[in-house]
């Protein structure tokens, strides 16, 4: 079975700082992957997705993730944040030839104007 | 635009109850998903279902049951409400992309607070 692990629960940072979210996946097979955000008081949306090809991945908003088959991971990055960018953001797997969706326990970021 | 529609905001039921939880998408999708959120935990999969009357175990569906009559609609049952079931319960519908797996479309969530 498929699992995600998220190692920042919690990041605080300036406005204007650059970010990047860890997200370490297990799971042997091929696999798509995404990033998920919630902003307060809403419901959760997909920021960006992995299926295949090029493992540079652009998602809205000015977000990026980098696949890195070697290390099972997708870590979420974005060169300057913006105090909107102040969310929950998960990420998730779906092993390939399965539909069920494995989410990790999600980074809270706050950042400060 | 996908909608997936959750009957409930916010609920209060007392302990021992049988609470039902319903969530209708529009976007004619196979797989319906019903996940619990609790902070520090992140989402855990009750049930899921990729069929009309098919479902599956996720990885907390004790306490739980559902039901799938329709292909838009996926009920979240709780036989007999407890406090450890206070949480967030989000829904989400995803389209069943022969293996390929493919992005989730969730719901407002309803906030179920039992006491």
């Known amino acids: 079975a498929q699992s995600v692990s998220q190692h920042n629960h919690h990041v605080i940072l300036s406005e204007a700082a650059s970010l990047e979210l860890g997200c370490n996946y297990s799971y042997g097979g091929t696999v798509n992957l995404f990033w998920y955000v919630q902003y307060p008081g809403q419901h959760l949306q997909l920021l960006l997705k992995?299926?295949?090809?090029?493992?540079l991945v652009k998602g809205i908003k000015g977000f990026e993730a980098e696949f890195i088959k070697s290390k099972f991971s997708f870590n979420l990055r974005k060169p300057s944040v913006q105090w909107s960018d102040t969310a929950e953001y998960f990420c998730a797997v779906i092993a390939r030839g399965y539909q069920k969706v494995t989410f990790g326990t999600g980074t809270k970021l706050q950042v400060i104007p | 635009d996908v909608k997936v529609t959750q009957s409930s905001r916010y609920l209060v039921k007392r302990t021992g109850e049988k609470v039902f939880l319903e969530c209708v998408q529009d976007?004619?999708?196979?797989?319906m998903f019903w996940y619990r959120q609790d902070p520090g935990l992140g989402l855990r999969l009750i049930y899921f279902?990729?069929?009309?009357?098919?479902?599956e175990k996720g990885d907390i569906p004790e306490g739980y049951s559902v039901s799938r009559e329709k292909k838009e609609r996926f009920s979240l049952i709780l036989e007999s409400a407890s406090t450890n079931q206070t949480s967030m319960y989000l829904c989400?519908?995803?389209?069943?992309?022969?293996?390929?797996?493919?992005?989730?479309?969730f719901g407002q969530g309803t906030r179920l607070t039992v006491v």
């Open positions: 976007m004619d999708h196979e797989n």
């Open positions: 279902s990729y069929d009309v009357k098919m479902k």
């Open positions: 992995y299926f295949s090809g090029d493992p």
């Open positions: 989400a519908s995803s389209p069943n992309s022969r293996g390929q797996g493919n992005e989730a479309f």
